[in-house]
Every structure is written in structure tokens, then in C-alpha cells.
Nanobody
């Protein structure tokens, strides 16, 4: 049984930083590309970031977070991280991690939620202005 469990969400002031973690079990983590999405109330799920499988040498970010967020992975810990800085009120959302079995074809569709095989339950991030 595959599980993705996010942690690290919470309340932070605008301009602050927060780090999210997502730990996976039940899959060969290194062989999965991992991504982060977010969804604010009344809005569609939005792509935030993704990191390629294995060495994670490829990353991608949504336009709204470029230059402020970073993504990394530790295959030894089956964990993917999202480091968020210079947070804004509009970053407030439930953040979800997700993973898909690696292929270059799927990587080309990394910004699409339907490309992902597994999802976590989400963690709330609230940025106060």
C-alpha cells in the first residue's frame, strides 16, 4: 500500500519561510518523480514544483513560486522537501505531494495533476499578511 504523508504546514507571517516534507512508503521512491501542488479555497489545484526521479537533477516550478521555492529529495529517507521562502498571503493553500513512476514522457506532463499516480492527504499552509 502506497502512502505519501506530508508534514510541516502551519501558520507563518508574510515574508517568512516554511519547509514541507513528504515521506513515502510502499513504493520504490527513487524511481518516482515527485511533485507538489496546492489548492486554495474556491480555486483549482495548482502546480507548484516537481523533481525528477533518481538523482533529482531536473526540477521545475510554477511561475508564481519561481525564485522563492526550492524542491529537493533524499532517496535514503524516501522524502521530498519543499522549501518556501518570501511567503505571500496568496501562497495560502492546502499543499499536496504526489508522485509518478518515472518516464520522460510523464516528466513532460509534470505540471498536470493527472500525470501523478499517488497523492498525499495534504497539509495546510497559512500565510498571514
Amino acid at each position: 500500500q502506497v502512502q505519501l504523508v506530508e508534514s510541516g504546514g502551519g501558520l507563518v507571517q508574510a515574508g517568512g519561510s516554511l519547509s514541507l516534507s513528504c515521506t513515502a512508503s510502499g513504493l520504490t521512491f527513487a524511481a518516482y518523480a515527485m511533485g507538489w501542488f496546492r489548492q486554495a479555497p474556491g480555486k483549482e489545484r495548482e502546480f507548484v514544483a516537481a523533481i525528477s526521479a533518481w538523482s533529482g537533477d531536473m526540477t521545475a516550478f510554477g511561475d508564481s513560486v519561481k525564485g522563492r521555492f526550492t524542491i529537493s529529495r533524499d532517496n535514503g529517507k524516501n522524502t521530498v522537501y519543499l522549501q518556501m521562502s518570501s511567503l505571500k498571503a496568496e501562497d495560502t493553500a492546502v499543499y499536496y505531494c504526489a508522485g509518478f513512476a518515472w518516464s520522460f514522457t510523464s516528466w513532460g506532463r509534470r505540471e498536470q495533476a493527472r500525470s501523478y499516480d499517488y497523492w498525499g492527504q495534504g497539509t495546510q499552509v497559512t500565510v498571514s499578511s
